[in-house]
């Protein structure tokens, strides 16, 4: 695969991981703290209704998290298509 | 020893570790002003970043209005921390591969455009004008409570040192100083929480807490949350945990707005400006996870104070006779912050859902009631509640409704000053570069000596202190709502270009502006509309906070649709934007 090859496979990856990433953070933010928060309240988490909780602190982490494994995700994918710094 | 002596303590000790870290970080070149030499380390970015994140408004003001709206507060806790996502992914590590000064700097090259450049510069300049208004607020507020000195006194000290540091370390000096700050206001907010929570619940993560069960007194053996939205519905308030009820907000505004806060924060010009201090593309994203992490332990804490602070609330005063309300709330008293109209004179303090008196409290000099209470000059508002209650006393008054120690009192005031400073400095150097680097320098007189340039940068630091100061002095609304104002500035105005800049090669210079231009002008007519003369919200009910979302959309559109009608950019500039998606190749921050 020549040079510009890889570098526009690169992107295609690149964008891709995002949107996964990105359907996730709507998912638990608009999905599960929004729009389906009064169905998920009539479920439990201890004394949490579970849209309560998502919506005050379930999606937080969450977007912790998808940070963190994006981070790593193209920090071997820049390895891999030998653009890193 | 007293709280006040502890605070001139706590307050003195805090500032004479900024005010050192600012003077071992002195600056001589444009360099260490606008980018703190490129070199900051992705943790200590990260430390730095929440701490000129997380302003007045996250540390005095976020827990108080969470606190009376329940559920809905959730648009500022998802709000606020979803836009880091948008950030780590979709511009940290473009902007820094970009490698330039500021965010006016990006738009002005990518768009081949010295207008573009100026219609990003004036949006920098008034999103960060908006918000630093509530910032010199906060400080003001922190300081007539425990110092007992005049708001207005409060302004202005908090003026002098914030000029002083960022006046003399430019960026580098600022970065420094946040890495201090957060610690300081992190603990100050820890403490208090961990202390309320052990209390009420007996778990000292108040995260898991305020999910627990109540340990004593007569709701001992209740969930805390289960008991909190039967005693709102007790006193005509919606559920706590209910979304959308009688009295709340609808579906349609609370998706508007969190959105409005999230692409807001992504597109506010002082946290972007912070990935130009990181040296390589990976740790601007590195830094933009720990910025988040480092956000989250606070966001995450917020919430928990909220409840335990509306439980003891309406616990310790709600059908309590005057004479014997606690202490915290008759010290409270006297800023007006919190007050009571006996209006059915029983002298045993009522609340209930709805107002209590017309305006802002305004104390009658001099006089006492029946019960002693201090007496106000307002009207009374129809309906049983008796109690006004500012949302900003929520975070501070706390720890002397739970008790705690005299210092643990004085370090929140410390804490509250370090986010409002830290938040300030941050802007304040955004719209100094603003003047300095993007009109003056790129503009005006491209010879221009580095000598001269920090000459100037410093004047406009002082320049934009004495602004901000006014806007303190004389606030537009209160500090939340102001500051949320500005996230839809910013989502209106930057997001969609920065975003059509990196992902696509078509958009140009005509769209750009006209995008810009369309977006934050429909923006700031609603907000004007709606909050200074008193029209509705008559966009499909969309609040003024949340309808920078709109504008988002049809700066989108209108980039989009003009972009396509008019010639593509040049070459060189379609080759740039291919450059800044692969992260090799990017050198230090540069300003030609």
């Known amino acids: 695969m020549d040079h510009k090859a890889m570098r526009i496979e690169y992107w295609k990856k690149n964008v891709r991981l995002m949107a996964v990433l990105l359907t996730i953070w709507a998912v638990v933010s608009y999905g599960c703290g929004i729009l389906f928060v009064e169905v998920l309240n009539t479920i439990r988490l201890g004394g949490f209704p579970l849209g309560f909780w998502f919506a005050q602190q379930g999606s937080i982490y969450t977007f912790v998290i998808l940070i963190f494994v994006y981070v790593y995700l193209m920090g071997k994918m820049d390895r891999k298509y030998d653009v890193h710094e | ?592």
């Not at chain 2, 500032?15 to 606008?34: E, N, Q």
């Not at chain 2, 003001?61 to 606020?80: K, N, Q, R, V």
């Open chain 2, 1 to 592: 020893m007293s709280i006040k002596m502890w605070t001139y303590i706590m307050v003195g000790l805090t500032f004479s570790i900024y005010l050192t870290i600012a003077w071992l970080s002195r600056v001589k070149d444009t360099k260490g002003f606008y980018v703190a030499g490129g070199g900051v380390p992705p943790i200590a970015n990260g430390l730095a970043t929440a701490a000129d994140w997380m302003s007045a408004a996250s540390f005095i003001s976020m827990a108080g209005l969470i606190s009376f709206m329940g559920y809905s507060g959730a648009i500022y806790l998802m709000g606020w921390t979803g836009g880091y996502v948008l950030l780590a992914l979709l511009l940290a590590p473009y902007l820094r591969k970009f490698g330039k000064f500021t965010v006016p700097d990006f738009v002005g090259d990518r768009y081949y455009s010295n207008t573009a450049r100026v219609v990003a510069l004036c949006c920098a300049i008034f999103a960060s004008l908006t918000y630093v208004a509530g910032q010199m607020r906060g400080v003001g507020i922190v300081f007539s409570r425990f110092l007992e000195v005049d708001v207005n006194t409060g302004v202005v000290i908090g003026m002098i040192i914030v000029f002083f540091y960022a006046g003399l370390g430019g960026m580098k000096g600022i970065t420094w100083t946040q890495v201090a700050q957060y610690c300081v206001l992190i603990l100050a907010f820890l403490i208090p929480a961990v202390a309320i929570s052990l209390k009420i619940t007996g778990n000292p993560i108040p995260q898991l807490g305020f999910g627990g069960m109540i340990t004593e007194g007569s709701d001992a053996g209740q969930w805390l949350l289960t008991t909190l939205d039967a005693l709102n519905k007790d006193l005509g308030f919606a559920e706590y945990t209910q979304a959308f009820g009688p009295g709340s907000k609808s579906m349609l505004d609370v998706a508007c707005i969190t959105l409005a806060l999230m692409v807001g924060t992504a597109g506010l010009p002082h946290v972007i400006v912070r990935f130009y201090t990181v040296p390589t593309v990976k740790a601007a994203r590195v830094s933009a996870g720990y910025a988040l992490l480092f956000i989250a332990i606070l966001y995450t804490t917020a919430p928990a104070v909220s409840a335990f602070a509306r439980y003891n609330m309406i616990n310790s005063l709600n059908n309590v006779a005057y004479a014997e309300a606690p202490t915290w709330f008759t010290n409270w008293e006297k800023t007006a912050l919190i007050a009571w109209m006996d209006k059915n004179n029983d002298g045993i303090i009522q609340y209930r859902a709805g107002t209590s008196m017309i305006g802002k409290p305004a104390l009658a000099a001099g006089q006492t009631g029946p019960v002693g209470q201090p007496v106000y000059t307002n009207q009374l508002a129809p309906g049983a509640n008796e109690l006004y209650v500012d949302n900003d006393i929520m975070v501070l008054a706390n720890p002397e409704i739970a008790n705690l120690p005299a210092w643990v009192i004085a370090l929140v005031a410390a804490g509250g000053l370090a986010a409002a400073l830290s938040t300030a400095s941050g802007l304040l150097l955004v719209i100094a570069s603003s003047i300095s680097h993007d009109l003056y320098y790129r503009i005006i007189n491209r010879k221009a000596s580095e000598q001269r340039r920090l000459t100037i940068g410093r004047i406009m630091i002082g320049v934009a202190v004495i602004v901000a100061g006014y806007f303190g002095i004389n606030p537009p609304g209160f500090v939340a709502q102001v500051v949320a104002l500005a996230f839809g500035l910013a989502a209106s105005s930057f997001f969609p270009v920065l975003i059509l800049g990196i992902f696509t090669t078509r958009t140009n210079r005509e769209g750009a502006i006209a995008g810009m231009i369309c977006g934050i002008g429909f923006t700031m007519l609603y907000i004007v509309q709606t909050k200074f003369m008193g029209m509705g919200n008559w966009f499909l009910g969309i609040s003024p906070e949340g309808i920078g979302v709109v504008g988002m959309l049809i700066n989108f559109l209108v980039t989009v649709a003009v972009s396509s009608f008019t010639p593509p950019p040049p070459a060189e500039i379609q080759e740039l934007v291919e450059s800044v998606r692969t992260p090799r190749g990017a050198g230090a921050a540069v300003d030609h």
